[in-house]
């Protein structure tokens, strides 16, 4: 006999497993905001001064600027897919305390960008050559809580919760060039508005993030990280809705006392199935990231100001790309195949060529990065050239004003040299870096060349 009866065998578990996943993709974004304060939030300050002397300490210096002081080469990073085009610069910033200060200096048409996010991974703001030109600047970072008056000659910059954190690229046009970003980034200023307001411009403060970010992740752990984020970084008036589900499984941080709860011996396995369960998902990828008909390429997400709304799309980026900015701000097409669909390997050579005023539309720089499959580095040669692109010296232009680009492992030959990005002897990825993109890049209007395999 046929049956139409759908009904799971057990329903308590059935809606506990239901409301834990929505409300672990929800959530997620907070637990891998906290473990990234705790990995890169720094121990040791501007001034060489430790935060503790325990080393296994999970306190760290918040409200100040560390800058990275060379650029990324092989074996140089602890971060896969890493640039090899800007200095890095990093602070977490606890507005809870009060507003934050932020000096910039003239960079005399320099690319830089601070990317703001919010804890809840949303790139709310940016502070740059895009939006703000490169002339000396002071900005006042205010928390949702805050009213006052901004001091003359200040621009506010209101963040949608206490805890934000800032990436700041600055352009270098080489290893020659890196003297020269060091000196503006010392020109970058950070303190409390109090601190400031009393002459200091360097005034950092301690937080403990009561977290160790290698510590394995389980629901326990998951329920005690998210819970904190929540009651420090409490969801946008809207979004409140949702903390009733969360309460039932004891993830609403003590936001929605009133609701009751589930039993424990229901609420934990729900969640640690939900996790699991989100990860596998998310490693899958978004529908907003495609791999292109033709060439190779991905097409990346289109990221704006807030993910509004959608809460996979979020939690995607907080798993696989967090601390993105906003694509209007700098767009990442990737390759991993060539033209046909075959992986990229040294094994070949391959091509790319831009035809005559076809290379990657930007108001600011391009370049293209290579990478090893197997580590996500850059590729170790002789040259130690990483990336090739519009600020890359003696590239040699086709007869008719193009532009070709030669991929492989051994040398294409003294001729074409200039325009010769090395690759690994094995599998390897490109990332195109467009850095402030127009938008006929964003729109798919443009779209990078084929990637022709020659051998």
Request: aromatic share 10%; proline share 8%; glycine share 10%.
């Given at each position: 006999?046929?049956t ?7 329903p308590?578990?059935?809606?506990a497993?239901a409301i834990?996943l929505?409300?672990c993709l929800?959530?997620y ?26 080393p296994?300490?999970?306190k760290?210096w ?6 990275a ?7 140089g990073?602890?971060v896969?897919?890493?640039n090899?085009?800007?200095?890095y610069s990093?602070?977490?910033?606890d507005?809870?305390?009060g507003?934050?200060v932020?000096?910039v200096?003239d960079?005399a048409d320099r ?6 996010l919010?804890f809840?991974?949303n790139p ?9 030109g490169?002339g000396?600047?002071?900005?006042l970072v205010?928390?949702?809580g ?9 621009t506010?910059v ?6 934000v ?5 600055i352009m270098?046009e ?6 020269a ?10 303190a409390p ?5 009393r002459?200091e ?7 403990d ?23 420090e970084n409490p969801?946008p008036a809207e ?8 309460a039932?499984?004891?993830?609403d941080?003590?936001?929605a ?5 589930l039993?424990e ?5 729900a969640?640690e ?6 990860d596998?998902?998310l490693?899958?990828g978004?529908?907003?990231e495609?791999?292109a008909a ?7 997400l289109?990221?704006g ?7 996979h799309r979020?939690?995607v ?5 967090i601390?993105?900015l906003?694509?209007?701000?700098a767009?990442?097409p990737m390759?991993h195949?060539d033209?046909?669909?075959?992986p990229?390997s040294?094994?070949h ?8 005023g ?8 391009w370049?293209l990065?290579m990478?090893d499959?197997?580590?996500?580095m850059?590729?170790p040669?002789g040259?130690e050239?990483?990336?090739i692109?519009?600020r890359?010296r ?6 008719d004003g193009g ?9 294409p ?8 990005l090395?690759a690994?002897?094995g ?7 467009a850095?402030q993109?127009?938008?006929?890049l964003?729109?798919?209007?443009w ?5 022709v395999r020659g051998?």
């Open positions: 006999m046929v139409n009866d759908t009904t799971p065998a057990d308590g578990r059935a809606w497993d834990a929505q409300t929800w959530l974004p907070l637990y891998e905001m906290s473990r990234m304060r705790a990995a890169t939030a720094t121990r040791r300050d501007a001034q060489g001064r430790f935060v503790d002397a325990d296994g300490s999970t760290r918040v409200n100040a600027f560390i800058h002081r060379r650029l990324l080469g092989a074996g990073s602890r896969v897919t890493p090899n085009d800007t200095l990093n602070a977490w910033l507005l809870s305390r507003p934050v932020i000096e200096p960079t690319y830089y960008v601070l990317g703001f919010d809840w991974t709310f703001a940016h502070v740059g050559r895009r939006l703000n490169t000396a600047g002071t900005f205010t928390g949702p805050w009213s006052g008056e901004v001091p003359a000659g200040m506010r209101a963040a949608p919760t206490d805890h954190w800032i990436i700041g690229r270098v080489g290893p020659e060039d890196v003297p970003v060091n000196a503006l980034q010392d020109a970058f200023h950070m508005l109090a601190a400031w307001l002459g411009r360097l005034a950092p403060e301690v937080l993030t009561g977290l160790d970010p290698k510590a394995p992740r389980d629901a326990a752990r998951f329920v005690e990280v998210v819970g904190r984020a929540l009651r969801p979004q409140r809705v949702l903390l009733a589900d969360a039932r499984l004891g993830l941080g003590g936001l006392p009133e609701v009751p709860r039993p011996a229901l609420a934990r396995p969640i199935r939900a996790l699991a369960i989100a596998a998902l490693d899958l978004d529908s907003g495609t791999v033709r060439g190779g390429w991905s097409v990346p289109v990221l100001e807030s993910f509004g709304h959608d809460w979020r939690a980026v907080a798993r696989r790309y601390g993105a906003a694509s209007a701000e767009f990442y390759a195949a033209s046909a669909g075959r990229l040294g094994e050579r391959y091509t790319i060529r831009f035809p005559p076809g290379e990657p539309p930007v108001d600011s720089f370049s990065t990478y499959s197997r580590d996500c850059l590729v040669n040259l050239r990483y990336r692109g519009d890359s003696g590239l040699v232009r086709d007869a532009l070709t680009l030669h991929l492989q492992h051994a040398s030959g003294a001729a074409l040299e200039a325009n010769w090395p690994p002897a599998r390897f990825y490109l990332c195109l870096r850095y993109p127009r938008p006929e964003l729109d798919g209007r779209r990078a060349p084929d990637i051998g």
